[in-house]
């Protein structure tokens, strides 16, 4: 059992929570202790700032290419969306220039990223914020969820990318760190589940939560993988419950 369980000052009440997660072969639905999330936070942030990947929508502040680069970005790898994005604000610069151009124009440059249907979200999110927003890309979960084509994750996203706002974000790859490395159980739709999204609250309730979204997103990308994780050279497996 790790040492840390055994803290002193420890109330029995985390004791005994600490301990069903470590139990061997065991996995449980509590969320972790904060202390744990912080050191996996703290991991996971070192290993960003030495491997971390450069995109251009990571490299500007205008929350609308933002806006655009994570709906592109659900569903879809990140090296795939590169050249799309690129070719998109290439052709149309601006939330005017997109919210004018037809849904044919935007089909023909949106195409390599597969999923048609929703094309016409693009055009659509640019009209809506232009009409609605005044041209700015709103800065709330609830008026961001508004939009056409904005989920929970993309909302987050922006929020935590574009105005680094304490907002979590919670997708599929996520879900899968958090069951392998604190052993926790999951409802069937993991993205949605309670305990998940509240780790994420406290994972990225720091002073960096834009780096500390950058960071699990290109870690569970990179290191955590959904097949053949990269655990011999993970900077949390000691602490991982996962077996490699
Ligand atoms: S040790 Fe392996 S399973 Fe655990 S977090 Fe690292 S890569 Fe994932």
């Not at 999330?37 to 609308?64: H, L």
């Not at 997708?171 to 305990?195: A, C, M, P, Q």
Request: glycine share 4%; proline share 7%.
């Amino acid at each position: 059992m790790p040492s840390r369980l055994c803290l002193p000052g420890q109330s029995p009440e985390s004791f005994i929570k600490n301990f069903k997660r470590y139990m061997p072969g065991k996995s449980s639905r509590i969320v972790p202790p904060r202390t744990d999330i912080k050191t996996f936070r703290r991991r996971i942030i070192n290993w960003f700032n030495k491997n971390g990947r450069v995109y251009p929508w990571r490299q500007t502040k205008n929350p609308f290419k933002i806006l655009i680069a994570e709906m592109m970005l659900r569903r879809t790898k990140a090296d795939q969306v590169k050249s799309v994005y690129e070719r998109l604000f290439a052709e149309y610069p601006d939330l005017e220039a997109v919210a004018k151009a037809g849904n044919k124009k935007l089909e023909r440059i949106l195409y390599p990223l597969g999923l048609k249907w929703r094309t016409p979200a693009f055009g659509l999110v640019a009209r809506w914020v232009r009409e609605k927003y005044d041209c700015k890309v709103p800065n709330t979960r609830e008026e961001l969820k508004s939009l056409p084509g904005v989920g929970d994750y993309v909302a987050g996203a922006v929020l935590s990318v574009a105005y680094n706002r304490k907002e979590w974000i919670v997708d599929s790859n996520i879900v899968r760190l958090f069951r392998r490395y604190f052993g926790i159980k999951t409802s069937k739709e993991g993205r949605r589940d309670k305990h998940v999204i509240e780790i994420a609250k406290i994972y990225v309730s720091c002073k960096i939560p834009r780096k500390a979204n950058l960071a699990i997103l290109d870690f569970t990308a990179l290191i955590c993988t959904p097949r053949n994780p990269k655990c011999e050279r993970c900077p949390l497996k000691k602490e991982c419950t996962y077996k490699c």
